[in-house]
């Protein structure tokens, strides 16, 4: 019972008719939005919807739209068993077993869900007192094993609807007296074991803290006068070979609290026993959090909750475009989609709806602006996307960049630089060398495309698309060279390992055709340096002494001109470029690379080889 569409009109923040949000496949949602943009609008109306199955209270016209009073509200809900789900005035299509199940299970947590836990009202000595949050949030579904299988929320109403009955004989007393006392040991009961599942989440986020419900009085039924008191639990914070802690929100800061009633929310809606589709709602509980944490949350979603239906909300760029990346991989992968929510005006009636559009990665969203012919706005995301490559896998592989007061002051290359002197330690020589290529061809890409202002001039349209393009191609080749390297691939000095020739070669055509012209010429001219070096040794080459001859002197002697005819010469010199990897990259020709991996690896590289093999000979 998955979702597959949801249509909302008049209804909260949504004024007239016009959101309807398609979910084919019942995929998990991401949704960004500024504050004002309809986020909450969103999730509460999911959150009445569901509710009104379960409570016959929950009128849609308490909700009507504000600045549409005249139009009837509707919210319509298609799953994959049934095309539509209608609420309105006169239909109440959720009033349905599958969706009071739906409702049960459901997991809507917002950030004011969170900070019940640690405003809670409290006694005199400080301690936050939990019972109302664990009956009606945390264990309200959970259920007693007793007959009928009541859960606490309903056991508990029922019993103070007992309280309320005009006459008791004894049998009533004593009945009601039994009834209570089987609530507090089924409650007492829950209670442990959800703390003993929250710990061991805790545990994710920091191994020395866990956390324990201490029932400090149990609920009581007296006749004279006629009352039921409520129990009282309060919460411990439990810290190994040191105190605990009652007054926790006095004693930890807002990232610690925050993870605290993450885990008890999480480790309550991972043991409900309610069968069937789930459904989890998170808006923005993870503010508090920082980053490293918010990673932990995520990692505890995806195992707890694989088979549920997600959808989170933020408003958050930075950490909206972290989970796009983060949920194409594992076992989420290709089960999302991601919107952006916006106010939008309608010429006609004046409303402001809300409405929403598709949200790719930074590159596909260039990719777009791309095909649009919008040119400077793809550029701009292009940049974007390689200041985001470089920020991420500088974090992951803890390279050193420079320390700025305002971080916003940091440039590419303060992270390019540090990243170059890094690829030195690769081991794999034919890595570094790759590496090398890349970088320079960023550094090209980076001036004449990725400079947001560099496309004032729209007359050479057609040059600008292609170099668009090519922008974008080589921040995401960048990315997918960096992406599988680990510390494991890097020394802890310069290795002074070399490739062989004809990898460098093989090399340099891997680039041409990715059309990499920059990084190809890097791996052409560390071809011929490394060819020139090898092959001016093993032929015992006569030269003037020099403490460290130039790869130009080397060149000039391993291929002499003079001993080339006028014609021959003139072939050779447009050569001379490709060997060098000094061409400009904007004219390369590749019947021009062809000839010069060719003079190097079908001649001279076979006469090296005859020459090491004779050296070879005792």
Not at 376 to 401: C, F, G, I, M, Q
Not at 511 to 529: D, E, I, P, Q
Request: glycine share 6%; hydrophobic share 45%; charged share 25%.
């Amino acid at each position: 019972m998955r979702i597959t569409g949801i249509e909302i009109a008049n209804y909260r923040g949504f004024a007239g008719d016009s959101f309807k949000l398609s979910l084919e496949k019942g995929e998990n949602l991401l949704v960004y939005g500024e504050n004002g943009a309809g986020k909450s609008s969103f999730f509460n109306s999911l959150k009445d919807f569901l509710h009104a199955a379960t409570s016959k209270n929950v009128n849609i016209e308490q909700r009507r739209n504000r600045d549409n009073p005249t139009a009837a509200p509707a919210i319509r809900i298609s799953t994959v068993s049934n095309p539509a789900t209608e609420w309105t005035a006169v239909a109440r299509g959720q009033d349905a077993d599958n969706w009071r199940a739906l409702d049960d299970g459901k997991g809507f947590l917002d950030y004011r869900q969170l900070l019940r836990f640690y405003n809670a009202p409290q006694d005199s000595s400080g301690r936050i007192e939990l019972f109302d949050l664990l009956l009606k949030g945390m264990l309200a579904n959970h259920r007693m094993e007793v007959s009928g299988t009541p859960t606490f929320l309903s056991e508990w109403r029922a019993i103070k609807h007992r309280r309320d009955y005009y006459f008791y004989g004894d049998s009533e007393r004593q009945e009601l007296k039994q009834r209570v006392a089987r609530f507090n040991t089924a409650f007492k009961d829950a209670a442990v074991k959800l703390a003993t599942r929250a710990s061991e989440l805790l545990h994710e986020f920091d191994p020395n803290i866990g956390i324990a419900f201490i029932p400090e009085k149990d609920a009581d039924f007296t006749w004279y006068p006629k009352h039921v008191s409520d129990p009282e639990y309060f919460a411990e914070i439990t810290r190994p070979q040191m105190a605990s802690v009652t007054n926790y929100h006095e004693m930890f800061n807002e990232a610690r609290l925050s993870a605290m009633a993450v885990c008890l929310f999480f480790a309550a809606l991972e043991t409900c026993p309610i069968t069937g589709p789930r459904l989890m709602m998170l808006d923005d509980v993870l503010i508090g959090l920082d980053m490293g944490n918010r990673r932990i949350v995520m990692n505890l979603v995806q195992r707890l909750f694989r088979d549920w239906q997600i959808i989170i909300l933020t408003y958050h760029k930075a950490w909206f475009e972290i989970l796009k990346a983060r949920v194409k991989v594992g076992a989420w992968g290709g089960h999302w989609r991601s919107v952006v929510l916006r106010p939008e005006k309608c010429n006609k009636t004046g409303l402001v709806a809300i409405a929403y559009a598709d949200s790719g990665t930074a590159l596909e969203t260039a990719d777009l602006c791309l095909a649009r012919r919008d040119h400077k706005a793809a550029a701009v995301y292009a940049r974007t996307a390689l200041e985001s490559v470089l920020h991420k896998h500088a974090d992951r592989l803890h390279l050193s960049v420079q320390f700025k007061k305002n971080r916003l002051d940091l440039d590419t290359d303060d992270f390019l630089n540090p990243f170059e002197k890094r690829f030195e330690h690769l081991t794999d020589p034919l890595k570094r060398t790759q590496a090398e290529g890349l970088v320079a061809e960023l550094r090209f890409v980076r001036r004449a495309v990725l400079n947001a202002f560099a496309h004032a001039d729209e007359i050479s349209e057609d040059e600008i698309a292609g170099e668009v393009d090519h922008g974008i191609k080589v921040v995401r080749d960048f990315e997918a060279f960096l992406a599988p390297l680990q510390k494991a691939d890097f020394s802890k000095i310069i290795s002074d390992a070399k490739p062989a020739v004809p990898q460098l070669l093989a090399q340099a055509r891997q680039h041409a055709a990715a059309g990499n012209h920059k990084a190809a010429g890097v791996s052409l001219a560390h071809a011929t340096a490394l060819f020139v070096t090898e092959y001016a040794e093993a032929i015992g080459l006569m030269l003037p002494f020099k403490r460290n001859p130039s790869i130009g002197d080397l060149f000039k002697i391993v291929f002499p001109e003079d001993a080339m005819d006028a014609a021959e010469q003139r072939a050779f010199r447009r050569l001379i470029p490709y060997f060098l990897g000094s061409y400009k990259p904007k004219k390369f020709d590749p019947a021009l690379m062809d000839e010069t991996i060719r003079l190097i690896l079908h001649t001279c590289y076979g006469q090296l080889l005859h020459a090491l093999a004779k050296r070879a000979l005792p």
